[in-house]
């Protein structure tokens, strides 16, 4: 059984860049780990230890990813 805790909302998170959800801290067994809330599969954090930083850097989205968002920002 793992207990989902948010991360809180002043700490930057980048979106995941499979899904676009917001990580999220799992407590499992007294130990944490980053997820992804959609599927666990999208990102492999380091066990035991809650390293947001790590996570920011393997899900920074490239260029075009980025362009996307903003054309669909003004088209709504
Ligand atoms: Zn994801």
Redesign the pocket.
């Known amino acids: 059984m793992s207990t989902i805790i948010p991360i809180q909302a002043d700490i930057f998170c980048e979106p995941?860049k499979?899904?676009g959800?917001r990580p999220v801290v799992e407590q499992k067994k007294g130990k944490f780990a980053v997820i992804?809330p959609?599927?666990r599969e999208?990102?492999k954090g380091k066990a035991g230890i809650v390293d947001v930083a790590d996570w920011n850097k393997q899900n920074k989205p490239p260029i075009p990813f980025v362009k996307n968002i903003q054309s669909q920002q003004k088209a709504s």
């Open positions: 995941c499979h899904c959800a992804c959609t599927n999208h990102y």
